[in-house]
């Protein structure tokens, strides 16, 4: 099924000029961006973003993290984006990622881990309203 989904390329991936190479894998891979943006999240959105982790003992120093340069906010659209994305991701930490994903060939460490991805169709669309109204998006 045609799906969206919220991906991120994380201020550890832009400082080191990555966003084109993580573009095109996951455009090699199918995917389609559909809205785009790079700004630089505030402490206030970046702890409502994550908020889901508010309770983690890991969650101010992500906040920092996240807030420590600029992002690319951007919509992937495709069959079953939502995993799709999560595949090219790989896992969370890059140590436990699979060869040729994007973590496992450019993450610095397990928070500095390059790109966001949403983790299921209803985060999706929460996550891309938080950035984008549907005029921003042009399939
Ligand atoms: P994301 O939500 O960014 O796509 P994810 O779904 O793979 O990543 P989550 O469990 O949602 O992983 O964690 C959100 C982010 O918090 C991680 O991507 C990473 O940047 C950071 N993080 C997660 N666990 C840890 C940890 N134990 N120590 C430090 N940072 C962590
Ligand atoms: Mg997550």
Redesign the pocket.
Same mark, same amino acid.
């Given at each position: 099924m045609t799906e969206r989904t919220l991906s991120?390329i994380?201020p550890d991936a832009t400082r080191r000029n990555l966003t084109g190479r993580i573009n095109a894998m996951l455009e090699e891979a199918g995917l389609r961006i559909v809205a785009q943006k790079r700004t630089r999240l505030t402490v206030d959105e970046a702890r409502a973003f994550?908020a @889901?982790?508010r309770e983690?003992p890991?969650f101010d120093? *992500?906040v920092t993290?996240m807030t420590s340069g600029p992002v690319v906010v951007q919509v992937l659209e495709g069959r079953d984006a939502v995993a799709r994305n999560r595949d090219i991701?790989g896992?969370?930490n890059p140590e436990q990622a699979a060869d040729g994903t994007i973590r496992k060939v450019f993450a610095e460490s *397990?928070?500095?881990?390059s @790109?966001?991805?949403?983790?299921s169709p209803d985060n999706a669309a929460i996550e891309i309203a938080f950035f984008f109204s549907a005029r921003d998006i042009t399939g």
């Open positions: 991120i994380k994550y @889901v982790h983690r890991f120093s *992500l993290f991701m896992a969370t *397990l928070e500095a881990n @790109v966001h991805g949403s983790d």
